[in-house]
Every structure is written in structure tokens, then in C-alpha cells.
């Protein structure tokens, strides 16, 4: 156990070196004109960029879509496994990956079962990995699978609703609900930072505050609004706003659950991939729940066509 535990120490360390060497690397090819930006001129930048190639592969079409959703996973699974290694756990990050990114493929190619496949054949992974490999316990298993079900089979919740509509609309729909997340994210900042006095859950995410928090749910609610512009998308403004205060709800809800996940493993980001903002598990952690929410109660409010 304790050559386990210094293995995983170990690589972790190597991983943080190798981190900043790319860093280093990075900012010395940058030109001079961009160095020594202030911290909000480097986050602006990384989220103009980041939102602009969201916004072209979810409108170009299903296929530019699918690519996002199924690197989104994978990535997010890399740096979920990559945390949790610095708590002792061992996952088996091949199979975690490579099912994560599997995940919202199988959604568009097969539906509902296309998922329950996925999730079947890790399981059967898993479970192979663990009798012939000694090293491995119950908990790495654990991880293993939670990892690609958290940041896989969740997202395949906007396969569902971008396949609901004819191009363009399944895609103004999927970027709708990118955008209520964005616009929960920002009221509540916005708000919790000026007139936040009351701590949400200040053992686990000390900045939040229950100002900003109902601030979000109002931002969601009202984007969720706009939704009913959508050609055919049967979906009223009582309907709407219930919608987006649920979908608001578990937006915060995925947030405080990421926000968990680091505080036990003692990281303050996920990664390094979005300067400025940390990882894109860290931007995408509200996403995971909103999307399967979402797409939930779209199917069940009969808002949109769904087939199994």
C-alpha cells in the first residue's frame, strides 16, 4: 500500500513538473505585446476563446457537436482522474477516458441503449482490470467508472435535445443551455461579490453566498426564457422559468459537487488547460447536471420529440 501511495506521489509530482515546463514553454513563444497581462485581461481572453469554439461547433452541426461533447469528456475525465490520484486512488484512466468520450457517441448512434452498452462493457472492463491486475482495489474501480460516467454519460444529455430539432434549432437549443449556465455562473458572481454577506455552503465552496446564488437561479430562469423563440419547441414562460430555476438548481449543485471533489483531494484547479480559469472540468462542472437535467425535462414536459 505505502509503494502505492509513493508511486502515485511520484507522478503526480512528475505530472505538476511537466505542467510547468509546457507552461514556461508557452510564455516564452508568447509576444511581447501579450506578456505580463493582468489576471482578468488572461481570463477574458482564455473565455473568448473558449466560448468562441463552443459557439462554431455546436451551430456548424450534429457531427462538430458531437466532436466538442466527446473531447469535452475525455478531457474532463483526464483531469478528474488526475486529482484523484493525488488522494491514493489508482484509477484505470485508459478505459475511463476512452469510455468518456464514448459515451456521447453512443447516445447519437444508439439512444438511450447506446449509453446502458457503454457502461456495460466498461463495467465488464473494470471488472477484468481488477482480477488479473493485484494492485487494483474496489475504490480504484469505483473512481474508474465514476470518472466516465460523470463527465461522459451526463453530457450525452445535449446529444438528446441537439438531435430533438432540425438544424439549425437542436444546435440554438444546446448553445441555449451552454448560455443558461454561463448566465447562472455570471449573476451569481456578479452579485455574490458586491452584495454576498450570507455563506452558501462555506465548507465547501467559502465564495459563494446565498445572494448570488438566488441571482443565478433569476439569470437562469431568464435566459430559459428565450428558449421559447425556439421554432418548435413546445415550451411556455410558466414552463420556462420553472425549467430554468430546476436547471439553475443543479447547475450549482454540480459546481458545489466539483468544488467537493477538490477540496478532499487538496487541489485548488482541476488543470492548467484554460489559463485563468483552471481546467475545463472547472468550467464544466455546472454543465455535467444541467445538460441531463435539461434534457429531462424537455422530454418530459413534452417540450421536445424523443424516441428510444
Given at each position: 500500500?505505502?509503494?502505492?501511495?509513493?508511486g502515485?506521489e511520484?507522478?503526480?509530482?512528475?505530472?505538476?513538473?511537466?505542467?510547468?515546463?509546457?507552461?514556461?514553454?508557452?510564455y516564452?513563444?508568447?509576444?511581447?505585446?501579450?506578456?505580463n497581462?493582468s489576471?482578468l485581461?488572461v481570463?477574458?481572453?482564455?473565455?473568448?476563446?473558449?466560448?468562441?469554439?463552443?459557439?462554431?461547433?455546436?451551430?456548424?452541426?450534429?457531427?462538430?457537436?458531437?466532436?466538442?461533447?466527446?473531447?469535452?469528456?475525455?478531457?474532463?475525465?483526464?483531469?478528474?482522474?488526475?486529482m484523484l490520484?493525488?488522494?491514493?486512488?489508482?484509477?484505470?484512466?485508459?478505459?475511463?477516458?476512452v469510455?468518456?468520450?464514448?459515451?456521447?457517441?453512443?447516445?447519437?448512434?444508439?439512444?438511450?441503449?447506446?449509453?446502458?452498452?457503454?457502461?456495460?462493457?466498461?463495467?465488464?472492463a473494470?471488472?477484468?482490470w481488477?482480477?488479473?491486475?493485484?494492485?487494483?482495489?474496489?475504490p480504484?474501480?469505483?473512481?474508474?467508472?465514476?470518472?466516465?460516467?460523470?463527465?461522459?454519460?451526463?453530457?450525452?444529455?445535449?446529444?438528446?435535445?441537439?438531435?430533438a430539432l432540425?438544424?439549425p434549432?437542436?444546435?440554438?437549443?444546446v448553445?441555449g443551455?451552454?448560455?443558461?449556465?454561463?448566465a447562472?455562473?455570471?449573476f451569481?458572481?456578479?452579485?455574490?461579490?458586491?452584495?454576498?454577506?450570507?455563506k452558501?455552503?462555506?465548507r465547501?465552496?467559502?465564495?459563494?453566498s446565498?445572494e448570488?446564488?438566488?441571482?443565478?437561479?433569476v439569470g437562469?430562469?431568464?435566459?430559459?426564457?428565450?428558449?421559447?423563440?425556439?421554432?418548435?419547441?413546445?415550451l411556455?414562460?410558466?414552463?420556462?422559468?420553472?425549467?430554468g430555476?430546476?436547471?439553475?438548481l443543479?447547475g450549482?449543485l454540480?459546481d458545489?459537487?466539483?468544488?467537493r471533489?477538490?477540496?478532499?483531494?487538496?487541489?485548488?484547479?482541476?488543470?492548467?488547460?484554460?489559463?485563468?480559469h483552471?481546467?475545463?472540468?472547472?468550467?464544466?462542472?455546472s454543465?455535467?447536471?444541467?445538460?441531463?437535467?435539461?434534457?429531462?425535462?424537455?422530454v418530459?414536459?413534452?417540450?421536445?420529440?424523443?424516441?428510444w
Open positions: 500500500m505505502s509503494e502505492d501511495l509513493q502515485g511520484q507522478r503526480c509530482a512528475e505530472e505538476r513538473s511537466r505542467g510547468e515546463r509546457l507552461k514556461d514553454f508557452a516564452r513563444k508568447t509576444p511581447q505585446k501579450f506578456k497581462a489576471d485581461q481570463r477574458f481572453r482564455t473565455g473568448f476563446i473558449y466560448v468562441t469554439v463552443s459557439v462554431l461547433c455546436i451551430l456548424a452541426s450534429e457531427w462538430t457537436t458531437l466532436a466538442l461533447l466527446s473531447a469535452t469528456a475525455a478531457v474532463c475525465a483526464g483531469e478528474f482522474y488526475y490520484r493525488a488522494d491514493a486512488k489508482l484509477p484505470n484512466e485508459m478505459l475511463g477516458i469510455a468518456a468520450a464514448l459515451y456521447p457517441l453512443s447516445v447519437h448512434f444508439f439512444g438511450l441503449s447506446g449509453a446502458l452498452m457503454v457502461s456495460l462493457v466498461l463495467l465488464l473494470l471488472i477484468v481488477y482480477v488479473f491486475w493485484m494492485r487494483t482495489r474496489i480504484d474501480v469505483g473512481v474508474s467508472f465514476f470518472g466516465a460516467a460523470y463527465c461522459g454519460m451526463l453530457l450525452s444529455g445535449l446529444v438528446v435535445v441537439r438531435q432540425p438544424h434549432w437542436g444546435g440554438v437549443l448553445l443551455i451552454f448560455f443558461s449556465v454561463w447562472n455562473d455570471s451569481a458572481y456578479l452579485v455574490g461579490s458586491k452584495f454576498g454577506k450570507h452558501l455552503a462555506p465547501v465552496s467559502p465564495k459563494k446565498w448570488g446564488f438566488f441571482a443565478g437561479l437562469s430562469a431568464l435566459f430559459w426564457c428565450l428558449f421559447t423563440l425556439i421554432p418548435g419547441l413546445n411556455g414562460i410558466p414552463m420556462a422559468m420553472a425549467f430555476v430546476i436547471s439553475g443543479c450549482v454540480g458545489l459537487a466539483e468544488s471533489i477538490k477540496r478532499n483531494v487538496g487541489f485548488k484547479d482541476s488543470g492548467k488547460l484554460l489559463p485563468g483552471g481546467g475545463l472540468l472547472d468550467r464544466c462542472d454543465l455535467f447536471l444541467v445538460a441531463v437535467a435539461s434534457a429531462i425535462l424537455l418530459a414536459g413534452g417540450c421536445i420529440p424523443f424516441s
